[in-house]
Antibody, heavy 121, light 107 residues
Framework: QVQLVQSGAEVKKPGASVKVSCKTS????????LHWVRQAPGQGLEWMGI????????TYAQKFQGRVTMTRDTSTSTIYLDLSGLRSEDTAVYYC??????????????WGQGTLVTVSS | DIQMTQSPSSLSASVGDRVTITCRAS??????LAWYQQKPGKVPKLLIY???TLQSGVSSRFSGSGSGTDFTLTISSLQPEDAATYYC?????????FGQGTKLEIK
């Protein structure tokens, strides 16, 4: 069965960086693009970016440009989210999500369990 | 960027009611529209994609319609387990913007 398993909760100080992983299984990794979505406490869903699992290219939401890097490791079917310059507003649950295809024009059918990142001094 | 606006932001309805949630895109997105359900503390769940296609395993009480800029999610006969927040999302290309959410409570 399709599974997206994320790394555990993180607590970071302002200005630090965090790296969240999302290990996939149960399907052909290169056949589906993956996304990162975050949700601040009590708030809605915010799309952060998409990564091609074939070539590894990524497109980021403008809001995160310069602070975010998304990478993938095809040998372990894992993607990573690197967010730097953390501030309190980055406190959120971060989700990886699989789109239903590999063109960047599909909805998200499977989601990771979420990783809580807390930014606090 | 295209904005996605849902209405209402919250609503309360009774078991058995027919409930409608609306999503409007600031520009046309054809049918590249999905609906998700999120219960408190849970992961979002895909309900509808391509504006009107029911995701496998989702109750037929849920239906979607619309194209272009105006879309609707309908729950035909509300059940207690439908209490959740519902989000629409455009996916015709980046950014894959979500609506602000509609919180549905059961009276």
């Amino acid at each position: 069965q399709v599974q997206l398993v994320q790394s555990g909760a993180e607590v970071k100080k302002p200005g630090a960086s965090v790296k969240v992983s999302c290990k996939t299984s149960g399907y052909t990794f290169s056949s589906y693009y993956l996304h990162w979505v975050r949700q601040a406490p009590g708030q809605g869903l915010e799309w952060m970016g998409i990564i091609s699992t074939t070539g590894g290219s990524a497109t980021y939401a403008q809001k995160f440009q310069g602070r975010v890097t998304m990478t993938r490791d095809t040998s372990t079917s894992t993607i990573y989210l690197d967010l730097s310059g953390l501030r309190s507003e980055d406190t959120a649950v971060y989700y990886c999500a699989r789109e239903q295809g590999s063109s960047g024009r599909y909805s998200f059918d499977y989601w990771g369990q979420g990783t809580l990142v807390t930014v606090s001094s | 960027d295209i904005q996605m606006t849902q209405s209402p932001s919250s609503l309360s309805a009774s078991v058995g009611d027919r409930v409608t949630i609306t999503c409007r895109a600031s520009q046309g997105i054809s049918n590249f529209l999905a609906w998700y359900q999120q219960k408190p503390g849970k992961v979002p769940k895909l309900l509808i994609y391509a504006a009107s296609t029911l995701q496998s395993g989702v109750s037929s009480r849920f239906s979607g319609s619309g194209s272009g800029t105006d879309f609707t999610l309908t729950i035909s006969s509300l059940q207690p387990e439908d209490a959740a927040t519902y989000y629409c999302q455009k996916y015709n290309g980046a950014p894959y913007t979500f609506g602000q959410g509609t919180k549905l409570e059961i009276k």
